[in-house]
């Protein structure tokens, strides 16, 4: 059993890369009156809630914080043009994780696989509604996978590497974003390569989700992958356009619309969500970037960790840092 779970979470992770371009919507150019002027209140209440690339100043110290999406686009091309010359000049660069941590995501150790598994005697078709598990086998008849090997997934798992789409900008396994093209580069110009966790410490922060809460946020992508939602592009384009957390404003409202889901639900999930997967890892990042060696250096993560009271431009501000808005 181990060893075809491994196999499945390999060929998962590697999914992505066979899935088409992004074709969906961008919401914000289909919301209610309403909805786009509370979208533009919580955007101003928001530290920091737009801008891709930023300094922090502290004495002599520099830290070219730059906001990296993880699934490729042709238009990061002209974003690393604008980027090389701040990269050159770092004495370090920090990602998320390092590539040689990821590469062994592919090759799916059993000691990593177990990070992925349900408790001993749990089943994911007993942490699902009926209907929601119905759903999740014929998602799984369309994208090739054993439903009965996956009962054995927590739901986290499913959701992120199973359920997915063209407009998939942010996860593990992914290739060709901003992470791999700054990672490429320091490569070639031989710049020193850090990472602020490992892949098992990310995996930990989304496994800390409470199971009842990971099988309803299953259940919710489940419902509306199989509803007449258009796929969302709205995370992808909001990107291009500097302000990322337009996107985790509107998720909660865009799911609701084509769910069964109430908004207040969903909002909730959602704030578990990005405690978990973002503010807990922001603060567990400054410890590595304070501690970097080099008085200059780039932290690159994904642009969703920049924004907010626990993204890591505030948290930086907390610690003394003055913060400017750069070329992206």
Known sequence: MMKRIALALALAL?????????RGIDYRDHLPAATEARLEREMAATPYSRGNHWVATKGNRTIHVIGTMHGGDARMAKVMRTLRPVLEQAGAIYL?????????????????????????????RHLLPRDAWERFQLTAQVTGVNPETMNRMQPWAISMFVVQSGCRPYGFGLR??????????????????????TPEQALAAIASLPLRDQARMLA???????SGKPEDATPVEAYFDQSVWTSFVLAPWISAQYSSFSG?????????????LLDQRNQRWMKPILAARHDRIAVA?????LPGQNGVLNLLHAKGFSLTPAPW
């Open 301 to 305: 993560v994904g642009a969703a960790h």
């Open 96 to 124: 998320e994780t390092s590539d040689s941590a990821l590469e062994r995501l592919d090759r799916m150790p059993d000691e990593l696989v177990r990070s992925f598994l349900l408790p001993k005697g749990q089943e994911l």
């Open 14 to 22: 590697q999914a992505p890369a066979a899935f088409a371009a992004c």
């Open 264 to 276: 207040a639900e969903t909002a909730r999930l959602w704030r578990q969500y990005n405690r978990r």
């Open 176 to 197: 060709r974003g901003l992470d791999d093209r700054i990672s490429d580069f320091a490569r070639r110009k031989r710049i020193p390569l850090g990472a602020l966790e």
């Open 220 to 226: 919710l992508e489940l419902e509306l992958v199989q």
